[in-house]
């Protein structure tokens, strides 16, 4: 094969010959060349296109990762919320424990039950032998549910032991106002209510009151809870104390050696209110009491042998 180069400038021509092996170099250069520049074109089309859906993928999944990231954040917060509520809830249940356990103690002094048979400072006794097995599946408790339903627990048992604090207090306001026993720790009864020689006068007379005697100084005490109304000496009656207990029922203690309280003060049932003396009309150490039922003396035996309705 010949190749016949021509000069332009000169005019002159040059032939070569061409052997097998440069004639087959020849033929790849001119074939190749093109090819290869096809092959570069598709191999970089083709890495550009896997580029852009790498890119494609990326991008997506970067936004998913946000968008999960966002949700994530969102449960937290929302998880943070609840248990912060749940806690709230949690302390205000506590304290409402304690105060059941406050009040339940306090009832318990109350009602006079002997120690430890209500012990509210420790968990209640429980127990037993081991029972069979339940294979039941196992679901996780709803905690909200639960403390609103022990809430509700906690209202019953609190109104309940309302109730029954406030009929205990009843029961022992009743206890104070019910007028009954006598008026004296220690001594006897040495004159009766109702007609009687008058120790000094050796006449007939009417003793509207009983007396009891024992020893000077010795404690003279209210037979029912109530308010003093009167405290000083009064004739015939030496040192008086008169207690109003209400319902028109007023008592007296007189000829004491000293009144220990003053007008306007409550006083309480089984309270010492004066020391036995022989103040005013008396010929020894003694109590006169008088029980009065609307203004009117009545014979004070029968409040003095009084039980408990």
Same mark, same amino acid.
């Given at each position: ?23 087959? &170099? ?13 092959? &570069? ?23 998913? &990762? +946000? ?22 809830? *949690?302390?205000?249940?506590? +304290?409402?424990?304690?105060? &059941? ?53 906690? @209202?019953? #048992? ?5 109730? *029954?604090?406030?009929?205990?207090? =009843?029961?022992? *306001? @009743? ?6 026993? #006598? ?29 009891? +005697? ?30 109003? =207990? ?13 009144? *220990? ?12 209110? +004066? ?10 150490? =003694? ?20 039980? #408990?309705?």
């Amino acid at each position: 094969m010949k190749v016949i180069l021509i000069h332009r400038k000169h005019g002159g021509s040059r032939s070569i010959e061409l052997g097998r092996w440069s004639r087959a &170099l020849l033929s790849l250069c001119c074939l190749g060349l093109p090819l290869g520049m096809i092959a &570069l074109g598709f191999v970089a089309g083709q890495e550009s296109q896997a580029r852009d859906v790498r890119d494609n993928s990326l991008d997506s999944l970067q936004d998913a &990762l +946000a968008t999960q990231s966002t949700e994530l954040e969102g449960l937290r917060l929302d998880a943070e919320r609840k248990l912060q509520a749940m806690t709230m809830g *949690l302390a205000e249940l506590q +304290a409402r424990l304690t105060r &059941l356990d406050a009040l339940g103690e306090h009832l318990t002094a109350m009602a006079n039950l002997e120690d430890g048979e209500f012990d509210f400072t420790q968990p209640p006794g429980m127990g037993g032998p081991l029972g069979g097995e339940f294979n039941v599946e196992y679901l996780a408790p709803d905690l909200t549910g639960e403390l609103q339903i022990f809430a509700q627990r906690l @209202d019953q #048992r609190e109104q309940q032991l309302e109730i *029954l604090e406030s009929l205990l207090t =009843h029961r022992k *306001l @009743d206890d104070q106002v019910w007028l009954s026993g #006598r008026p004296v720790e220690k001594g006897w009864l040495s004159s009766r209510y109702g007609p009687r020689t008058d120790p000094f006068s050796g006449r007939p007379a009417i003793h509207d009151g009983i007396d009891f +005697a024992g020893k000077a100084g010795s404690n003279i005490i209210a037979v029912a809870g109530g308010v003093v109304t009167w405290t000083g000496t009064r004739s015939g009656y030496g040192k008086m104390v008169e207690v109003s =207990h209400g319902d028109g029922l007023v008592t007296r203690y007189a000829h004491n050696e000293q009144n *220990l309280v003053d007008a306007g003060d409550l006083v309480r049932k089984g309270e010492a209110i +004066a020391l036995m003396g022989s103040s005013g009309r008396s010929t020894g150490a =003694h109590v006169h009491f008088e029980v009065f039922k609307h203004g009117r003396a009545v014979d004070p035996s029968s409040y003095v042998h009084r039980t #408990r309705r």
